[in-house]
């Protein structure tokens, strides 16, 4: 199927009963909003600043409400259906690997509610940035893995590939808007998206650092490394895969509200016990910790890497950096 850009407004009016969230600028930022008219999206910039997990995993969460001297909780209103427009392919893998953890053991209804009222619509990125490596991480600026249906831009028009039966509800719901896609649409698509795969250029074998980690426990390399780290948690906060998160009760009057709110495992208190120990007291401890769970703990878990090689961590540092220098020094074994 195929779309005309000039009738995008159009289809996105089609979708009913759901809040449609796409790339917007928020001041300088941007991130995956709700759409008020379709002129606002940006749908040509590489990928967000925020990853659009923020939807499903909001950066702050009322969890619930009380009174002082109130008997009843009030609980969080289930979340509504929602549409994720435009998001981009190593984004949607992201957030199946999220998935396991909000899922293991005992399942987190907020998050859960969520992503299953969502609809995943990706843009194939065509014109991936210079730190993106996705298909390092098994990923790739067109994979489908996670989507619902995939949007390739053939410049005055995109063409539709439906994924799943979510997908398949909102083209029927877009109707007449939508046209049969030629054979010459089809091969254009195809072309465009061959080049977009030769253009990611940063490559990295994460094969072997799984292996390799734990040897270099004291590899003098994590205090070199973070001597330049200044402790702002932006890797983390700006990964899609990301998900720690901290319990907070907040009172104003007889208010109260429990809310979650994104953390880090770059934040010196993330760790620090009741008692003042902390068993990651430098930048040394929480640097390695963010590699080996990404690359070793997780992967022990959950049989996948905690990456999808997006780039943000390396795009956004102000400290430069680099997680594939690191990977690379992993892999010859010379930490």
Not at 1 to 11: Q, S, T
Not at 113 to 125: D, I, K, M, P
Not at 199 to 211: C, E, F, M
Not at 302 to 326: E, M, Q, S, T, Y
């Amino acid at each position: 199927m195929k779309l005309n850009k000039d009738k995008l407004a159009d289809f996105l009016a089609a979708i009913p009963g759901k809040t449609i969230f796409g790339p917007q600028l928020c001041g300088e930022t941007l991130k995956f909003t709700a759409i008020t008219k379709a002129g606002d999206l940006c749908l040509t910039a590489n990928n967000t600043n925020v990853p659009p997990k923020s939807v499903v995993f909001p950066q702050t969460e009322t969890m619930l409400r009380f009174e002082q001297w109130a008997t009843d909780i009030k609980t969080a209103e289930p979340a509504g259906e929602i549409v994720l427009f435009g998001i981009k392919p190593c984004d949607a893998r992201a957030m199946l690997i999220v998935d396991n953890v909000f899922s293991w053991g005992v399942e987190d209804p907020y998050y859960l509610t969520r992503r299953t009222n969502s609809t995943l619509v990706g843009l194939a990125c065509l014109d991936p940035c210079v730190n993106c490596f996705c298909t390092s991480m098994g990923g790739g600026p067109t994979s489908t893995d996670g989507l619902d249906l995939l949007l390739t831009d053939l410049g005055n028009s995109y063409l539709l590939e439906v994924l799943t039966g979510k997908g398949e509800v909102l083209c029927q719901a877009a109707g007449k808007l939508l046209c049969e896609a030629s054979g010459a649409d089809k091969d254009a698509a195809k072309l465009l998206q061959e080049k977009a795969a030769v253009q990611i250029r940063r490559q990295i074998d994460p094969s072997g650092v799984q292996a390799r980690l734990p040897a270099l426990w004291e590899s003098p390399v994590w205090e070199k490394i973070s001597a330049s780290c200044l402790g702002c948690g932006i890797c983390t906060y700006l990964c899609p895969t990301c998900h720690c998160f901290d319990m907070q009760d907040e009172t104003e009057g007889v208010e109260s509200r429990r809310c979650r709110t994104w953390d880090s495992c770059m934040f010196s208190e993330y760790t620090l016990h009741a008692s003042g120990h902390n068993p990651r007291p430098t930048r040394r401890e929480r640097t390695r910790n963010r590699i080996n769970h990404k690359f070793s703990y997780f992967v022990d878990k959950f049989k996948v890497i905690a990456c999808v090689g997006c780039g943000r961590c390396i795009n956004h540092c102000p400290v430069n950096i680099d997680i594939l220098d690191i990977l690379s020094k992993v892999g010859e074994d010379v930490l």
